[in-house]
């Protein structure tokens, strides 16, 4: 193979491919002749382009090929869209071709959404064509309704505010921003005041807090010796005492053993009052008349009769 021909080969292969990759940004395949195309025609195509992808329910279905104004003299000014498609999918002309933002960042992009009622849609057949806004158009368009009504309300209000806040009002708020201020002020001032007074007695301060650390501390150690004291214990014992003082208890209130007896028999308890007079009698006889009950005399001296007037007047009868 000579040389002129390898050239020819490359030449022909390079301008092949530049024509398949120049109908091909301009949204034609050559490779698929049979791809239907259809018109739609718009008042404004809104930034759409040659390429553009065509969608049928989210799924890519072809491209945009063509975009020019009308060559009809009585549609003058409207834009016409040539669009291809290269996916067999049937629908009807009723079906509208509506131009959609891609993002956020611009582009747009057309899509099929379909009807099936009617004639079948053919090569060649006109659509119905549709713009939708884009997402800060449609925005404004929802907002613009609530911000209005936002700036008539805030409009009423400050209104409102106007009519209320008249010269005395005015004058009376700003007594009160003035009396405020005042209080902030002597606020401060007892704050620096405070401030002063721990400053200069941090020391008694720390000292206190020193004595109430070591108070602490010494009531954990009690709680502690406490702890390691066996309370339970002691505590079962005292149970045991307060439950045998309990018996004593019910035994004396019951009548049983001497104190019981003592203090619920009535004649016991005066036969013992009755005792302890004639006893106290007794020892009062045998201390003014002695020898009355013991008579000792070596020399056979007589015991001196007893005495009625010196005993009832508690003279001893030995003088």
């Known amino acids: 193979m000579s040389k002129e021909l390898k050239t020819g080969i490359v030449a022909v292969v390079i301008i092949a491919l530049f024509v398949w990759g120049y109908n091909f940004l301009k949204g034609q395949d050559l490779f698929s002749p049979n791809a239907r195309h259809f018109y ?17 329910n989210g799924l890519k279905v072809g491209k945009v090929a063509e975009i020019n104004f009308s060559s009809n003299p009585e549609r003058k000014g409207k834009i016409v869209v040539k669009i291809f498609l290269e996916n067999k999918f049937k629908f009807s002309k009723n079906s509208i071709a509506k131009i959609y933002s891609a993002g956020l960042m611009g582009g747009q992009n057309l899509a099929i959404v379909p009807f099936y009622d009617g004639e079948e849609a053919k090569t060649g057949d006109f659509l119905k064509g549709k713009v939708e806004s884009d997402l800060i158009a449609s925005l404004s368009e929802k907002l613009s309704p609530k911000i209005e009504s936002t700036l008539v309300g805030v409009d009423t209000l400050v209104n409102a505010l106007n009519q209320v806040l008249n010269t ?26 405070v401030n002063h007074l721990v400053t200069s007695n941090r020391s008694n301060l720390d000292s206190t807090l020193n ?43 019951s009548g049983k053993g001497t104190l019981g007896k003592l203090m619920t028999d009535e004649k016991m308890y005066t036969n013992l009052t009755n005792a302890s007079k004639e006893m106290e009698e007794l020892l009062r006889e045998l201390k003014l008349n002695p020898k009355r009950f013991v008579h000792f005399s070596l020399f056979g001296k007589k015991a001196k009769p007893f005495n009625k007037e010196k005993n009832k007047k508690n003279i001893s009868n030995t003088k």
């Open 40 to 56: 739609v025609e718009y008042d404004n195509i809104n930034g759409l382009n040659q390429a553009s992808l065509v969608t049928i």
């Open 168 to 193: 005395k009002s005015r004058e009376s708020l700003n007594r009160s921003i003035l009396g405020l201020e005042g209080t902030i002020s002597d606020v401060r001032k007892t704050l620096a005041s």
């Open 211 to 253: 004595n109430a650390k070591k108070i602490t501390d010494n009531f954990s150690k009690v709680s502690e010796e406490l702890a390691k004291a066996n309370l339970s214990q002691t505590v079962k014992k005292l149970e045991t005492v307060l439950a045998s003082a309990n018996v004593i208890l019910s035994n004396v209130k």
